[in-house]
């Protein structure tokens, strides 16, 4: 099986920067993209970017473009969320996830059911 941690969540103020690591571990060997998702009260679980693996290749939301940059370092198995100019809709549990079964190759990048393991989530909590 794969293991997901997350960490780097806080208490920001509006237009601040913060930086959300994931790290996988365990079965990861056929791992073929990682992705964050967010979720706030009342809303769907959302994408808000995602890697894949070998390629390197990048998707985001609209609403983070030009904000937020994934990343991940292969020989270690992490992802990383640079996420600047931060806005109080912005405000959300953060889910790192990862597809390492080739789901998302069915599914698109988009959606959670492309993702087998994820991690605990982490707060992220933007005021104005």
């Known amino acids: 099986q794969v293991q997901v941690v997350e960490s780097g969540g806080g208490l920001v103020q509006t237009g601040g920067s913060l930086r959300l690591s994931c790290a996988a571990s365990g079965r990861t060997f056929g791992m073929n993209a990682m992705g964050w998702f967010r979720q706030a009260p009342g809303k769907e679980r959302e994408l808000v970017a995602a890697i894949t693996w070998s390629a390197g290749s990048t998707f985001y939301a609209d609403s983070v473009k030009g904000r937020f940059t994934i990343s991940r370092d292969i020989a270690k198995n992490t992802a990383q969320l640079q996420m600047n100019s931060l806005k109080p809709e912005d405000t959300a549990d953060y889910y790192c996830?990862?597809?390492?079964?080739?789901?998302?190759?069915?599914?698109?990048?988009?959606?959670?059911?492309?993702?087998?393991?994820w991690g605990q989530g982490t707060q992220v909590t933007v005021s104005s």
């Open positions: 996830a990862v597809d390492s079964v080739s789901r998302t190759v069915v599914t698109g990048y988009r959606t959670p059911r492309g993702y087998d393991s």
